[in-house]
């Protein structure tokens, strides 16, 4: 089993719709991130979290929320999804303490119509 | 505001032959720096992480240096394989040890 897991891998919608992307991990990591990937302009941060009671903005979280329900569980939220929206979404994991690397999920390639 | 920059965007040489990417960065304040490798439709695997105080870092046929004052990082890869054609990304934390700020990636093919 993969240690970062995202729900949906692939996900089409309308303009206007509500979606969640779900993340989970089974590292016991305490910190978890939201990026998006888009062609030409590589990787960009959503949000971050690093405990269940932390939240952050990232370069790039209009239009977007999350929500850290456990330690191990990180959903990121499109209120209105908007065409512009359409892009490929990764979840990733790390622990400071160890001084580990990031750890990626597959990713979750949303459309929007 | 750290900005990561990556030449080449895009390379094709033959196989076996030993290639550099390369990757710079403009605030030479990092606490590390890490190299990825993404394949087509997945997620990004780390290949190695660099401490701030390192000059270099080796895995089996992957070198990666780094020259702080400079604000450059290279990937030196031995004797290209096929099996090696990825993008590969560089990315420093923002502060402290997280979040990342990432290049847009080479995008390499070695041709058989």
């Known amino acids: 089993d993969a240690d970062v897991t995202q729900t949906p891998r692939n996900r089409i919608t309308k303009t206007g719709k509500r979606i969640m992307l779900e993340c989970s991990q089974t590292k016991g990591h305490d910190r978890m991130y939201w990026y998006r990937q888009d062609p030409g302009l590589g990787l960009r941060l959503i949000y971050y979290s690093f405990d269940v009671k932390d939240i952050n903005k990232g370069e790039i979280s209009d239009g977007y929320s999350v929500s850290r329900q456990a330690q191990a569980k990180f959903s990121l939220s499109l209120e209105s999804a908007i065409p512009n929206q359409t892009a490929l979404y990764f979840c990733?994991?790390?622990?400071?303490?160890?001084?580990?690397?990031?750890?990626f999920g597959d990713g979750t390639r949303l459309s929007i119509l | 505001k750290q900005e990561v920059t990556q030449i080449p965007a895009a390379l094709s040489v033959p196989e076996g032959e030993n290639l550099v990417l390369n990757c710079s960065f403009t605030d030479s304040a990092i606490y590390n720096l890490q190299w990825f490798r993404q394949d087509p439709g997945k997620g990004l695997t780390s290949l190695l992480l660099i401490q701030s105080s390192q000059r270099e870092q080796t895995s089996g046929r992957l070198n990666a240096s780094l020259d702080k004052s400079s604000g450059r990082s290279t990937l030196y890869i031995a004797a290209s394989q096929p099996g090696d054609s990825a993008t590969y990304l560089c990315?420093?934390?923002?502060?402290?040890?997280?979040?990342?700020?990432f290049g847009k990636g080479t995008r390499l093919s070695v041709i058989a």
């Open positions: 990315a420093v934390p923002l502060s402290g040890n997280t979040p990342l700020v």
């Open positions: 990733a994991t790390s622990d400071l303490a160890s001084n580990q690397p990031q750890h």
